[in-house]
């Protein structure tokens, strides 16, 4: 949306194939307009595709068959799960190996509202947090400030550790 905006600011008009990859991103980042649908939104859709993109290519993009680690990964993930319920919220947290991300998306898909998946790599430790569309807490900045008492933590005692972390009110994620 951002980039899209800043082309309509600029005398430079985006060629087609531009035209289509900004469609395609904003269809990702809205989960297909599920959030952040607005009028505005959707007019500079509508400049896009008089640009020359092409919205039923950009939804191609997106249409990728899971593998079967994938899939793997999120049935793993459902065998592993921890849950509370807080204040009618279900909140889970789980461990897999691999594609923490779509387990975690998978997760809010079955009913949680909160989600944190994590996946330990050799010397690497991957999370990745979700959040329904209908909570009223900040993922990103839960996850931010979770990491910095860990990190604040963990850092008087072990110098080696590199940390990251970053994400938005509904996902977030951490190395």
């Known amino acids: 949306l951002l980039v899209a905006k800043l082309f309509e600011s600029m005398p430079i008009t985006p060629s087609s194939r531009i035209s289509t990859i900004l469609i395609c991103g904003h269809l990702y980042d809205s989960r297909r307009f599920i959030h952040g649908a607005t009028s505005d939104v959707f007019r500079l859709i509508a400049n896009l595709i008089d640009y020359g993109g092409n919205y039923a290519e950009a939804n191609q993009y997106l249409q990728n068959e899971m593998t079967v680690g994938e899939k793997i990964a999120r049935i793993k993930a459902t065998r592993r799960i921890t849950y509370r319920i807080k204040n009618d919220l279900l909140i ?17 898909g079955l009913g949680c509202n909160a989600v944190l998946v994590l996946a330990k790599k050799e010397d690497e430790i991957r999370g990745s947090a979700r959040a329904s569309a209908n909570t009223d807490f900040h993922i990103g900045e839960i996850l931010s400030q979770l990491f910095k008492e860990f990190e604040k933590d963990i850092g008087d005692v072990e110098s080696n550790f590199v940390f990251s972390s970053g ?7 951490l190395n």
Request: aromatic letters at 4%.
């Open 92 to 108: 889970a947290t789980t461990k897999v190996s691999a594609f923490e991300s779509s387990a975690a998306r998978s997760l809010i």
């Open 167 to 173: 994400g938005h009110k509904n996902a977030a994620g």
